[in-house]
Nanobody, 118 residues
Framework: VQLQASGGGLVQTGDSLRLSCAAS????????MGWFRQAPGKEREFVAR????????GYADSVKGRFTVSRDNAKNTAYLQMDSLKPEDTAVYYC????????????WGQGTLVTVSS
């Protein structure tokens, strides 16, 4: 199983970015997908999650209303649309997959760096 996160970069406050997570080696539609991030010197934290067919989505309070998680099961890809970015969104962003709608994520991507300058 491989999860390949991409789309990070250096942007300014207020800009937008879309992260992608391309999955292989699994039946993508059977997996809940999650996005997490880890800022320098901080613990990894939950950002967003999306259910198998995309009907259920959840967000951390810090990104609610600014970030949108989605998925395209035909392309085995999950997305994280990030709008109105703030310097505090600077982090390495990871995608993850879990077989169940609860419990731990079994598979993790390698991370993509998002840097938001003020």
């Amino acid at each position: 199983v491989q999860l390949q996160a991409s789309g990070g970069g250096l942007v300014q406050t207020g800009d937008s970015l879309r992260l992608s997570c391309a999955a292989s080696g699994l039946t993508f539609s059977n997996y809940y997908m999650g996005w997490f991030r880890q800022a320098p010197g901080k613990e990894r934290e939950f950002v967003a999650r999306i259910s198998f067919e995309g009907g259920i989505r959840g967000y951390a309070d810090s990104v609610k209303g600014r970030f949108t998680v989605s998925r395209d099961n035909a392309k085995n890809t999950a997305y994280l649309q990030m709008d109105s970015l703030k310097p505090e969104d600077t982090a390495v962003y990871y995608c993850a997959a879990r077989y169940s709608n609860i419990g731990n994520y079994e598979y993790w991507g390698q991370g993509t760096l998002v840097t938001v300058s003020s």
